[in-house]
């Protein structure tokens, strides 16, 4: 069944700022800096995993 958005949903996205890029989720989590999105993306994944 459909459910509203809730504090428990994890959406991700990355930012680039530079030459770094970090991901950050709709609940308030900001990764690391990264050199790369790729790993700013990998660092999403794992935290909507381990949500
Ligand atoms: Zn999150």
Redesign the pocket.
């Known amino acids: 069944m459909p459910q509203q958005a809730s504090d428990s949903e994890?959406r991700?996205t990355t930012t680039e700022r530079g030459s770094f890029a970090h991901a950050r989720?709709?609940?308030?989590?900001v990764g690391p800096a990264r050199r790369s999105r790729d790993k700013a993306r990998v660092d999403a994944s794992a935290?909507?995993s381990s949500?």
């Open positions: 994890h991700t989720c709709t609940c308030g989590w935290h909507e949500g």
